[in-house]
């Protein structure tokens, strides 16, 4: 079986079919492509920084001043200004006779159509189609036409604009234009580090189209007498590039933008079509019987094939690539909620994430060594150098108006436990060994020296425990043995012995080196010895409940909606010391639960369920990271009315625009491809209940009842396989260029599943 080829049908494309000015800056996320290396949010071109038009770059920081760092936003030149007999048109201010803007998820192209009506009864019809090439990260592409009812004088134009949206800035200066041989080039520098950044355009139009170029105002311009019922087209192509990646930015946007001119739009668009079609054969997913999941599921994974960078020195930002907010930072988000979509459906994109953290593991040390500690304790808040972005002050109290110190950054210790969870489920999934012996291994195991050197023994109690910590919710700042700390911490633990085991065995050269680098053979007993004797809260023995750390049962009970009474301030933040929910049990977001989730094989099902009913009603889902948990456990219990409702909500996230906009007076709007990530995995790891750990592949479907069939491949080491479940059957089939059989565990039936074979069970 074979998954049908991505369609252009209008399944693949989000519309809107109406111009309203209330929607501009939620649509700017909406409506946002990208291709890794740019993120370009949905503003229409006659948009600039006043409505959040930016176009945001992956892996190229700044700090402006004492403000917070956070990613450049390149000079904006996905812009247009249209004048017909006079009159500026623009959805703001002129008459509309229609208007539509549309996202092509089958290849990331941005659509605006418009027809405007002058006051003379002319019509003017404006089409925009814009992307960001996938195959070259450093070309954007802007194909404009122009139709006018009546003969009228059109004046089009079309700049780099210096006027750049940003939150903490500015972060360019210098800027320098040059215009030579209809090329515009505009070069300027970051504040901080110096890092040169061009942005170079050129247009390809017809003669009747003399584009002129005007280096003062680094502008296109053409005035033209259009004819009635005649289309005038031309194409903008727009090169972006940095220091961070080219010793001479200006040199690569001029052949960049020349190799465009000679291949021309059709080349151009066919092989980033291609690229599009390759990422989206291994990672659609299909749901027959339920449009509105099919469409959310489909929109949520495109916002995670849009942001992911091919690169190992960046990784994929808590809002994606829509912008500024949070810093552009990289947070457990990406380790956690979105590399099993990635570990599952592109593996090599999977690879340049964990990459990304032997990048930073110098900045990991950095930090553990500030801290007083040993080994790596990764940023909370990441960014190009691992340093951590995020600040001791990281929210502000609306209602004194002063900075409230977090612990986010100082105590969220669990980030390491996460990054090598994550490196060892890629190497499980992929058995690429090389991984770990190209860093990954160092990685883990410096991260398990942290948590030795971080851990305290309490011989009274003769084990090892762990102190003043946060744990995935926030609300409860500097608590103990936070269950899921702990447990992650075990797991770090036991990954970095079994992966001293695996590489002493396998590449033992490889495992001399990396021990005799570190100087830590000494220390691997303390690991096991910690390991073993590490404190886990364990379930209660009558109720089955775990507390989620030492005195959470003695905190007042109360629930989400009766604690948001006491709220003096719509925006004010619930933890923190004087939060509403920090003296309470109303939790932010899933943390036992979550727990259940990624150790689901260490607990029975009676555990799982009772916690899922204690901890649901008191989760707040105040982080876009939560309901996806909640669904991913109720999938797995049976509970699939609510893991359909919860699923639902994580994956429309983006769609509806409902999520929160502001902690304090932070603005925290934006994409939130960690959720679009959890909608992946409620669905897959969810509803399929599929399990790709061990050697045996395990599907146990609980599919909702609307869900007439559910179609997706992975990956598990380097073979591919379809998957079609419905109500009654769950059938695999193995690509024919597979090397090897596979078993699976087909809701109990033990099948091998040999190259280019299906094999099926009836439920
Ligand atoms: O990583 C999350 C955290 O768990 C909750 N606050 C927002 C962060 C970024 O998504």
Request: net charge negative; proline share 4%; aromatic share 10%.
């Amino acid at each position: 079986m074979k998954l049908a080829t991505p369609p252009t049908s209008t399944d693949w494309i989000l519309s809107e079919d109406d111009f309203l000015p209330n929607h501009i800056e939620a649509n700017g996320n909406k409506f946002l492509i990208g291709n890794g290396y740019m993120g370009l949010r949905g503003t229409l071109e006659e948009f600039g920084k006043e409505h959040l038009a930016a176009c945001t770059l992956s892996g190229l920081y700044d700090q402006s001043g004492d403000k917070w760092r956070e990613p450049v936003n390149a000079p904006h030149a996905y812009n247009l200004t249209l004048i017909v007999d006079g009159i500026e048109l623009s959805t703001l201010k002129s008459e509309l006779v229609q208007h539509s803007q549309q996202l092509d998820l089958a290849n990331a192209t941005h659509r605006r159509s418009t027809t405007y009506q002058l006051p003379s009864g002319k019509t003017i019809k404006l089409e925009i189609n814009r992307f960001l090439s996938l195959d070259q990260k450093h070309l954007g592409v802007m194909q404009c036409r122009i139709e006018a009812s009546e003969p009228c004088l059109v004046s089009v134009s079309s700049h780099i604009s210096t006027d750049i949206w940003d939150i903490n800035g500015p972060h360019l200066e210098a800027f320098k234009s040059d215009a030579m041989e209809g090329t515009l080039c505009l070069e300027s520098h970051t504040v901080e580090k110096q890092i040169t950044v061009v942005v170079a355009s050129t247009i390809e139009s017809s003669e009747e189209l003399p584009f002129m170029c005007e280096s003062a105002t680094n502008m296109h311009l053409c005035e033209f007498k259009a004819e009635a019922g005649i289309e005038y087209s031309f194409c903008k192509y727009i090169a972006t590039h940095t220091g961070v990646e080219s010793h001479d930015p200006k040199a690569a946007a001029i052949t960049t933008l020349e190799t465009a001119r000679s291949l021309g739009l059709d080349a151009i668009k066919e092989s980033h079509d291609q690229a599009w079609k390759k990422r989206w054969t291994n990672s659609d997913v299909q749901i027959e019987g339920d449009e509105e999941a099919q469409n959310a599921l489909r929109y949520s994974i495109y916002h995670l094939l849009i942001a992911a960078p091919e690169n190992d020195h960046a990784s994929i930002p808590a809002r994606g690539l829509s912008g500024q907010v949070y810093k552009g930072a990289i947070f457990w988000d990406t380790e956690i909620f979105m590399l099993p979509f990635f570990d599952h459906t592109q593996p090599e994109l999977a690879r340049h994430l964990i990459q990304y953290r032997y990048h930073t593991l110098d900045g990991a040390r950095r930090k553990a060594a500030e801290n007083g500690f040993r080994g790596a304790f990764y940023a909370w808040e990441s960014q190009e150098t691992g340093d951590d972005a995020c600040t001791f002050f990281n929210v502000t109290d609306v209602i004194t108006g002063r900075p409230m110190r977090t612990y986010f950054r100082d105590k969220q210790i669990h980030i390491s436990a996460d990054v090598a969870l994550a490196i060892w489920r890629h190497y499980q999934m992929t058995g690429d060994l090389s991984l770990l012996t190209e860093g990954g291994a160092e990685v883990i195991l410096e991260c398990a020296r942290f948590f030795y050197s971080y851990a305290s023994y309490k011989p009274e109690r003769q084990r090892f425990e762990l102190h003043d910590v946060v744990g995935p919710d926030e609300y409860h700042e500097r608590v103990h043995n936070n269950a899921f700390t702990n447990a992650m911490v075990r797991a770090s633990l036991q990954i970095a012995l079994q992966i001293t085991e695996l590489l002493k065995a396998e590449e033992p050269q490889a495992y001399d080196t990396l021990i005799a680098k570190l100087s830590i053979a000494e220390e691997l007993a303390g690991f096991e010895h910690m390991a073993a004797n590490l404190y886990i809260p364990a379930p209660d023995k009558d109720t089955k409940i775990i507390e989620q750390f030492d005195g959470y049962f003695k905190l007042e009970d109360n629930r989400p909606e009766s604690l948001k009474e006491r709220l003096i301030h719509p925006n004010e933040y619930w933890g923190g010391g004087h939060g509403i929910a920090t003296t309470t049990q109303v939790i932010k977001q899933a943390d036992v639960v979550l727990m259940l989730h990624l150790f689901s094989e260490q607990y029975a099902s009676e555990i799982k369920q009772a916690n899922w009913e204690y901890y649901e009603p008191r989760t707040e889902h105040g982080s876009s990271l939560s309901p996806c948990v909640y669904a991913l456990l109720a999938a797995e219990l049976g509970k699939t009315e609510w893991a359909y409702k919860y699923f639902l909500r994580t994956a429309t996230i983006d769609l509806t625009g409902k999520s929160k906009q502001f902690i304090g007076d932070l603005y925290i709007g934006g994409t939130h491809p960690a959720a679009n990530g959890g909608a992946w995995m409620a669905a897959i790891l969810g509803f399929a209940g599929l399990r790709t750990g061990g050697d045996t592949v395990q599907l146990n479907p609980q599919l909702p009842e609307s869900w007439e069939q559910l179609s997706f491949r992975f990956a598990k080491l380097g073979q591919w396989f379809s998957v079609k479940i419905t109500a009654d059957q769950i059938e695999v089939t193995a690509d024919a260029t597979n090397a090897k059989a596979i078993e699976f565990d087909l809701s109990g039936d033990l099948l091998a599943c040999e190259v280019g074979a299906t094999i099926q069970t009836n439920r």
